[in-house]
């Protein structure tokens, strides 16, 4: 539970850190763009040297962007043995009975896989570790202004989520809590088969929702008591304006998928 990175913020002092809330929020879109164009080895190639030098512009320890990829190891290897055995192609590897293994399905389990881990690693840098949730729910509100035009509720949206990121790593610590009291009370999670440690979750579960509504209600309460009434003529205490610094950050990221686009177009390498 503590290698749940979404909504953690790393405070450091890196040009990413720096840089406009909404422009990070665009980075993040485009970069995931950008990352399901990529289409053959050169390509890739270029996402991920941009990837790393991402986390080297960030100034997060390697440990913990590493650490909160563990979550996701089930949904790799699940990826990597789908694309591997029901990938076919021209060059056969391997034949064993039913099993074929192709060049192509190698291909395509490491392509998937590489581009997972650059999916998580740049959302998460691009948005919660390197943007408080105030700064992220300001952001999605600036960008879905337009959308006021029509009625919709973007302040409340847009708070709604920044709430639910932030709640995010307050649930996984008690979680933790729960875990070790029942642990403490002779509680085992870790014996007997699938369905038994499934029932033996139960009465962690149960505290667990009676803890979520009783910080909904308290956060609810707290908000009446600050007379909080939705977005509608609220000010904003600091106003943000796109730097130089932001423009140029665009300018790379489009630089970037112009020319994944175009390695994907004239680049020799294998394709998918």
């Known amino acids: 539970m503590k290698n749940i990175s979404i909504g953690q913020y790393y405070s450091a002092n890196s040009p990413i850190h720096r840089l406009d809330a909404r422009t990070k929020v665009l980075l993040a879109i485009l970069y995931i763009v950008v990352s399901v164009l990529c289409k053959n080895v050169f390509a890739f190639a270029l996402l991920l040297i941009s990837g790393i030098f991402t986390v080297l512009l960030s100034r997060i320890p390697l440990r913990i962007i590493l650490r909160s990829l563990k979550p996701i190891i089930i949904i790799m290897l699940f990826t990597v043995f789908i694309n591997l055995f029901m990938t076919s192609g021209d060059r056969l590897l391997f034949e064993w009975k039913f099993i074929k293994i192709y060049v192509e399905g190698i291909y395509n389990a490491v392509f998937m896989a590489v581009r997972i881990v650059i999916l998580i690693v740049g959302a998460s840098l691009f948005l919660t570790y390197t943007t408080t949730p105030i700064k992220l729910t300001d952001a999605i509100e600036r960008l879905l202004w337009p959308l006021k035009k029509i009625h919709v509720p973007v302040h409340e949206f847009a708070m709604m989520m920044t709430i639910a990121l932030r709640f995010i790593p307050t649930l996984s610590d008690e979680t933790d809590k729960i875990m070790s009291a029942q642990k403490a009370r002779g509680a085992g999670f870790d014996n007997g088969g699938l369905i038994k440690r499934a029932k033996a979750l139960i009465p962690v579960l149960i505290p ?61 390498g294998y394709s998918m």
Do not use: Q
């Open 208 to 268: 667990l929702f009676v803890s979520s509504f009783r910080h909904a209600d308290e956060l609810a309460t707290a908000m009446e008591c600050r007379c909080y009434h939705g977005g509608n003529g609220r000010t904003k205490m600091t106003v943000t304006h796109m730097r130089f610094s932001d423009w140029f950050a665009m300018l790379l990221m489009v630089a970037l998928g112009t020319a994944i686009v175009f390695i994907n177009i004239y680049g020799k």
